[in-house]
Every structure is written in structure tokens, then in C-alpha cells.
């Protein structure tokens, strides 16, 4: 292994051993606590543009599984069909892996798509710096390299551009039953999983793409990466949507919660170093319910911003900030965690039964 040093833009440098791809990189540190699912998170669109610090110390040891697509196209074991991450960063990569579904190492992996990963790096110091400093840019150095020049504007990218479909796909269940518009702003696989596993048929457009010319009988918002304030385009969409006072049901997820919320008036912010994990507690609002959920996001509405006619749906029981919001009237709802989870507990994916019967509701 080479030599390799992780440079944060305080200037903060912890050395390790380069395992992936050897190449500078550059972008958002994040740090995720979960134990497992490091396939699912490398594939993940929303980690676009990030250096993905895992705080689990050993990553590697069950492999990678096999990049297979089902009948529909979507990968059977990833969350899309490439890496999206700028980086990875383990404190203890383990060579020897083993899984019945293995097909190759971790490394191998990085190294076919030429994604950058470093170990023997103290994973939780850095976790430390971050929680307390806030998220920063960093970049990956080679040969002892002093220049910290080149960390990215993370927040000035729009990388929902960079990794939405760039033309209407269309989908088709067994049965199909009902026919959604899904807004791909960076949508994992699994989410079109469980929409087709209930009989919808799913066409998924661009980011951009304005949904409202089509016919169809609900509206559904994915999630994705970055700052929700570069989705202009999407938000006047959905606004549209809004304003036409359609009883057609609308259901969104992470940034879909985002860009409704922001289609309806309010407001979103930065958290300071976000919720990445798989054990989330988030309560229902009004409720004593609470549900253990997968997370991934860096920015979330301010519930106090909501207007007249809309009202938080959950909220996190670590730093209650918001974590859903629903419509009185309206069949309008959306959850700032992910129902689908994938990797992650699925104690909620009844989220979208809830919107199937929405849908019949209103058919």
C-alpha cells in the first residue's frame, strides 16, 4: 500500500495507507456510524460529491457482491450502477473477505472504478473533528504534498444535475396498478424496488423535467445529494403541482421531503455535520411512536417556516429537527429518513403502503 494523507481545509492531516484507486480526490467530509452497507452507501447517488468516512472501524470483510441488474434494469445489490462517492475512508480495511454473495474485494472494486480509499486512518478522532467543527472539505494527497489547494465547493454544486437520469424511464410491475411520476433527483434503486413490489407502474423523469404535462396518478420526489436550494427548477414544478390543488397523492423521500417542503413556502438549512447512520430515532408528531431509521442527509426543512395548511409528520428525537411533513387536507406527505432503507432497518417502509392506499383513495 502507498502512502496517502487526508487534508481537511483547517488544515487538519492524518496519514494513512491508500487500498482503492491512487488519485487525488476532493469533497465534502461525512462520516456514517453504521456497522454494515458499505455497498449500498458507495452506490448511494446521494453521497455524490462526498468523502465517506465509515466510524465502524472494520469495513472490507464481507466482500462486494456481484453488479447484476434484474429484468427492470435496476441493480439486484446496489443502490445504482456506479460509485458515487469522491472517496472512502476506513480505519481497518480487511483483505481477506467472506460471504456467500461475495464476488470481489472491496478494493478491487474501488480500484475498477477508480474511486480513491484510505485506512489506518483514526476514523473516530476525525468523526470527533467533525461533529465539533462541522462538515468541511477536505483532499487526499499522495508523496507528502503540502498544497491544500483544490478542496471543492461542495455546496455551490448542483449535484442532483450530475447524477438525475438524463431521459424518461419507465418501469412496469407484473400487475401494474397505478401510475407514478417519481422526480429522480438521485433515487436508489430500492425505492423503485418497493414501488413496483406494489403494483406501480414508476416513470421516472429528470430532475428538471416538468412532471405536469404527463398523465398520472401520483407524484413521487426521490432523494439526493447537495444543497436543496440549487433545485430551483424542481421546486417550481412541484409548486405548480401544488397550486393546481390536485387530490392526486404526493409522496417524497430525504431531499423529496426538501423540495416539497420548499415547494409549499418553507424554509431548509445546513445541519452541521448531518444524520448518516441506521439508527435514527424519529418520532411521530402527536404520537408516542418512535421508529429506528436509515439516514442520509446533510441539509433539513425548518418546521417553523411551514405554512398555514401543512404540519410536521416526524421529528428526530436526537436534535428535533424535522424529519417529515404532511398536508391537512391534501394526500401530501413525505419522510426526511428512508422507509426503503436498503441498507438499514425497515421499520417503516409501510410508508409506502400508506401512499398505495392514497392512491386507491383517490383513484
Not at 496517502?4 to 483547517?10: K, P, S, V
Not at 436526537?318 to 426503503?340: K, L, T, V
Request: proline share 5%; glycine share 8%; hydrophobic share 35%.
Amino acid at each position: 500500500m502507498k502512502r496517502a494523507t487526508l487534508i481537511l481545509e483547517d488544515g487538519t492531516r492524518m496519514d494513512g495507507w491508500s487500498f482503492g484507486y491512487e488519485c487525488e480526490a476532493a469533497g465534502e467530509v461525512v462520516f456514517n456510524t453504521a456497522m454494515t452497507g458499505y455497498p449500498e452507501s458507495l452506490t448511494d447517488p446521494s453521497y455524490a460529491g462526498q468523502m465517506l468516512v465509515m466510524t465502524y472501524p472494520l469495513i472490507g470483510n464481507y466482500g462486494v457482491p456481484p453488479t447484476t441488474v434484474d429484468e427492470q434494469g435496476l441493480p439486484v445489490y446496489m443502490e445504482s450502477n456506479r460509485i458515487h462517492v469522491s472517496a472512502l475512508i476506513v480505519a481497518d480495511y480487511s483483505e481477506a473477505f467472506a460471504h456467500w454473495n461475495a464476488r470481489e474485494s472491496l478494493a478491487s472494486w474501488l480500484q475498477r472504478e477508480r474511486v480513491p480509499a484510505l485506512t489506518g486512518i483514526d476514523t473516530r478522532r476525525l468523526t470527533m473533528i467533525l461533529r465539533e467543527q462541522g462538515v468541511m472539505t477536505g483532499r487526499i494527497v499522495y508523496d507528502d504534498v503540502n498544497d491544500v489547494n483544490g478542496t471543492c465547493d461542495y455546496g455551490g454544486v448542483n449535484w442532483v444535475k450530475k447524477v438525475s437520469c438524463k431521459e424518461i424511464i419507465t418501469y412496469h410491475p407484473v400487475d401494474s396498478r397505478h401510475r407514478v411520476v417519481l422526480v429522480d433527483c438521485g433515487v436508489k434503486a430500492n425505492i423503485i424496488r418497493c414501488l413496483l413490489r406494489r403494483g406501480i407502474e414508476v416513470v421516472r423523469v429528470p430532475w428538471d423535467y416538468d412532471f405536469n404535462t404527463l398523465d398520472f396518478d401520483g407524484l413521487f420526489l426521490a432523494n439526493g445529494p447537495g444543497n436543496p436550494e440549487l433545485c430551483g427548477n424542481t421546486v417550481a414544478h412541484i409548486r405548480r403541482f401544488l397550486q393546481s390543488e390536485s387530490v392526486r397523492p404526493c409522496m417524497g423521500i430525504c431531499l423529496g421531503n426538501q423540495l416539497l417542503a420548499k415547494a409549499a413556502g418553507a424554509r431548509t438549512y445546513k445541519l452541521k455535520y448531518g444524520h448518516r447512520s441506521h439508527n435514527q430515532p424519529v418520532r411521530r408528531v402527536g404520537t408516542n411512536q418512535c421508529f429506528i431509521t436509515s439516514q442520509n442527509h446533510g441539509y433539513a426543512v425548518d418546521a417553523s417556516t411551514l405554512p398555514a395548511g401543512w404540519q410536521p409528520l416526524f421529528v428526530n428525537m436526537n436534535d428535533g429537527s424535522n424529519e417529515g411533513i404532511q398536508h391537512h387536507r391534501r394526500p401530501w406527505m413525505s419522510a426526511q429518513f428512508h422507509p426503503e432503507a436498503c441498507s438499514g432497518p425497515v421499520d417503516t417502509e409501510f410508508l409506502f403502503d400508506d401512499f398505495v392506499r392514497l392512491l386507491n383513495t383517490t383513484r
